[in-house]
Structures are given as C-alpha cells and as structure tokens.
C-alpha cells in the first residue's frame, strides 16, 4: 500500500518546516525556520541584514494536531547593526508569538476562546495546560491592544463573562468577534465584569470606525449588567442569548 501524504497548514506565517518528530512522548515536534530576512537594530532602530548567526532555540506550543499536543521549535536569526558602536547585534522577532510568552498566538487565542463558559480549572485538565500558564494568557491579554487597522467590520460581537475559580465571585470578560472574513478574534479581555469597566473599553478603545459602522444581529452570551451597559453605549437591537 503506498503511503499517504497528509498537508496540514500551521497557519505559522513566513516560516519554513525544516523537521518534525512524531515520535516523542510530549506530541508533535515541529521545527521551522524564519523566511523573513533582517530586523530592526534595538539601539538606533534602523533596519538591518547583516546576517550573524542564530540565537537560543525557543520551544512554544501551538495548536494541537488531532488532539495530539504540538511543539514549535525554532532558532531565532540574529543580525549585527553596521550603524552602531561596537555592531551590537539584534534578535528577530517574528510576528506569530511573543518575546516573554511560551505559546504561539494562535494557541492563546484558541484557550481563550475556549474559556468561554468554563473555567480555568476546567480548561487545565481538559488541555494539559497547568493553571498558571492559563493565568499568565489571561494576563497578557488584559495588558494587550488589538491592531484595529486589521478589522474593518465586525459581522459578530461576543461578551462572555468567565469565571477564573469554581465557586469564586471573581471574573473577566472576554471580547470576541467575527471579522468580515469569517474569522473568530479575541479583542480584548477585560480584568473585570463591573459596568465600569465595560463602558470605559466600549468608550475608549472601541474604534469609532466599527461604532458607525456596526451592524450585529446578536450579542451573544452577555449577562444583564453587560446588556444594560451596552444599551447605554448605543442604541441597538440587542437580543440576549443564554450561553449554550
């Protein structure tokens, strides 16, 4: 019997998959390499080529690949300034993780969404992720802005409240939406549910750009407090849709 080519795209931008290990105890290793060429010096901030050389291979964990845990490895390019004293030298960055963060982007994203009606607890066990990494994705999160020029309309708009411990009063929300292509993004999460908070985000972080032109069927998963704060932002036809 010949053997069967499988293609499954990482959705991993600008890298390359130099070898994969399927074999190891953990899941599935992957290692890739980075397409881009050149940085910017982290002193004059000018961009650079000057090839010089790898820095430390950095493991992340990515999405997983029927339901096996997936391993991204990778060894950063690094580049000397021609500019500077001395040619200090500077790490390359790719755009789909971030520098203090064990996980690409596509996996935090996807935890958050998955916390949606369930807890941190519950997501640990279901997704071999010990809690305080749960809670540092969170944390990143509340602290993050979401690149508004890469969202032109927003097609669905999702508040859910997420409880951080079984039997505990203390909550986020998380922010959610589904841009004009179809694609689910965590806007943003919120370190509270007060109605406070909700309105100073929808106030001030919301672009007016989406606020003029907003056209959404639903709000779905949201509580009374949310709904209530969200008739005083603007005037909608809201529907409230209990969390299934």
């Known amino acids: 019997m010949n053997p069967i080519l499988l293609q499954i795209p990482l959705d991993l931008p600008d890298v390359q998959i130099e070898a994969f290990d399927t074999e190891s105890k953990k899941g599935i290793i992957i290692k890739v390499q980075s397409t ?50 001395q040619g200090p030298t500077t790490t390359q960055r790719c755009s789909w993780y971030d520098q ?29 992720i010990n809690e305080a990494a749960v809670e540092g994705i969170i944390n990143r999160y509340i602290r993050q802005e979401v690149d508004w020029e890469t969202i032109k309309s927003l097609r669905l708009l999702g508040l859910d409240e997420i409880a951080l411990k079984k039997g505990h009063k203390d909550f986020v929300v998380i922010i959610s939406g589904i841009n004009e292509g179809g694609e689910k993004c965590i806007l943003a999460v919120l370190p509270n549910r007060k109605k406070e908070t909700v309105k100073k985000y ?20 949201m509580t009374a407090t949310v709904m209530q704060c969200m008739r005083n932002f603007m005037a909608l036809r809201l529907w409230l849709i209990d969390s299934m």
């Open 36 to 85: 881009c060429k050149g940085t910017t010096c982290r002193q004059c901030h000018q961009p650079i080529d000057k090839f010089y050389g790898y820095g430390k291979e950095i493991t992340l964990r990515h999405l997983p690949i029927f339901e096996q845990s997936v391993w991204i490895k990778i060894k950063p390019k690094r580049y000397q300034c021609p500019y500077c004293d």
């Open 100 to 128: 203090k963060s064990p996980h690409t982007k596509a996996y935090e994203q996807w935890i958050l969404r998955d916390l949606i009606n369930s807890t941190i607890t519950d997501i640990s066990i279901k997704r071999g």
């Open 202 to 221: 929808f106030y001030k972080a919301f672009p007016w750009k989406l606020k003029e032109q907003y056209n959404v069927p639903a709000l779905i998963c």
